[in-house]
């Protein structure tokens, strides 16, 4: 498989009006601050938006956006089997904000980031594990598992926690919303 386009946030605000920008992160991450314009298409539905995509693509570029590039760079891969072109925002919307580029934000009940929600559920469950073992001693187990599970997840750039986590119902796309993207982009 070949490596994707990418372009850095610097030269993607030159050039942001000639995208049509796509978010595939969570609903939730998206909502917490997306490139301004951006349509969120979360990565586990890329495959139905397909068609839109290839229609949307047919009349200019895409920049595949997500929190720190590696989702994107997935996007673009899936893409590039259904000969579709697309080119993937290095360092994501993390690096665009950081280097003060503007993000739009949706404050209505918008969900943590996914790696906090990562954070948050990775160390409670350590805390839950650490907090048992001193009673049942087995429990402790739960801890060494967790951590593991982020060790595999540094080496491997992929977490099995944040998949999970992406199902809940405040990080999934409800179907109108993903429908009004996929019209907008057949358009």
Do not use: F
């Amino acid at each position: 498989m070949s490596t994707p386009a990418a372009i850095d946030p610097a030269q993607a605000a030159e050039r942001l009006s000639t995208y049509t920008v796509i978010d595939v992160r969570t609903p939730g991450e998206y909502a917490a601050g997306h490139l301004p314009g951006a349509h969120n298409i979360p990565l586990d539905h890329l495959r139905t938006a397909l068609p839109a995509l290839k229609t949307a693509a047919a009349r200019g570029e895409l920049l595949m956006v997500c929190a720190s590039g590696a989702r994107s760079a997935s996007a673009c891969a899936q893409l590039a089997e259904a000969d579709i072109t697309a080119t993937t925002l290095t360092g994501g919307t993390t690096a665009w904000i950081r280097q003060g580029h503007p993000a739009d934000r949706d404050t209505t009940g918008a969900a943590w980031p996914m790696e906090r929600q990562v954070r948050l559920a990775a160390g409670a469950l350590i805390v839950a594990g650490l907090a048992l073992g001193t009673r049942y001693r087995p429990a402790r187990w739960l801890s060494a598992a967790v951590g593991s599970g982020l060790v595999l997840s540094a080496a491997t750039d992929t977490c099995g926690m944040a998949a999970l986590l992406a199902k809940l119902p405040h990080n999934r796309p409800r179907t109108t919303d993903l429908d009004a993207t996929l019209d907008a982009l057949g358009r």
